[in-house]
T-cell receptor
Framework: SQQGEEDPQALSIQEGENATMNCSYK?????LQWYRQNSGRGLVHLILIRSNEREKHSGRLRVTLDTSKKSSSLLITASRAADTASYFC????????????FGTGTLLAVQP | DADVTQTPRNRITKTGKRIMLECSQTKGHDRMYWYRQDPGLGLRLIYY???????NKGEISDGYSVSRQAQAKFSLSLESAIPNQTALYFC????????????FGPGTRLTVL
């Protein structure tokens, strides 16, 4: 079964607005990662947050992690039409395997 | 040049045919992965390999096999394709140590009629 579940499944906003996506997971993790996928293309890594971190920034991206609630959020500020894509969270339980369990994704549409 | 390449990019085949999807990487990573993506289900792990002699089943390995011909090459085979294997297939790599990030190829869209 999927480790991560994203909410909402789809989100439509206007350019310039902020977009927030949430991810919930089920078991303990070593880190949580966010990936972006443009339609029909490969996933691109955006940001990684480790289990001992609570917040991380990268450009217009802000990720938070609440291990007590087993949840994470991705905030994209001042969105652009080029941000239109699907966004996936992926959890890494750690250990030697480096296996990622992906959520079902949030489809973000940014209207110009 | 892309760091992770997949061939073919698109393939249409018939039920019962044997299909091989190939993945090559120039990142020098030890670990390689094959995922399948279906609409609404995210990515699911089919097989993964830590090095040439280490192959492991993932979440949904039934109906698939793999071969790690070299550090840089990891192939996925469908011995006898069936329609519910129609999906988007991705190869990914990661370093043995380091940031734990995975790097994805562009994907192969497979349609089984």
């Amino acid at each position: 079964s999927q480790q991560g579940e994203e909410d909402p499944q789809a989100l439509s906003i206007q350019e310039g607005e902020n977009a927030t996506m949430n991810c919930s997971y089920k078991t303990s993790i070593n880190n949580l990662q966010w990936y972006r996928q443009n339609s029909g293309r490969g996933l691109v890594h955006l940001i990684l947050i480790r289990s001992n971190e609570r917040e991380k920034h990268s450009g217009r991206l802000r990720v938070t992690l609440d291990t007590s609630k087993k949840s994470s959020s991705l905030l994209i500020t001042a969105s652009r039409a080029a941000d239109t894509a699907s966004y996936f969270c992926a959890t890494d339980a750690g250990g030697a395997t480096n296996k990622l369990i992906f959520g079902t994704g949030t489809l973000l549409a940014v209207q110009p | 040049d892309a760091d992770v390449t997949q061939t073919p990019r698109n393939r249409i085949t018939k039920t019962g045919k044997r299909i091989m999807l190939e993945c090559s990487q120039t990142k020098g990573h030890d670990r390689m992965y094959w995922y399948r993506q279906d609409p609404g289900l995210g990515l699911r792990l089919i097989y993964y390999s830590f090095d040439v002699k280490d192959i492991n089943k993932g979440e949904i390995s039934d109906g698939y096999s793999v071969s790690r011909q070299a550090q840089a090459k990891f192939s996925l085979s469908l011995e006898s394709a069936i329609p519910n294997q129609t999906a988007l297939y991705f190869c990914a790599t990661s370093a043995f140590r380091g940031t734990d990030t995975q790097y994805f190829g562009p994907g192969t869209r497979l349609t089984v009629l």
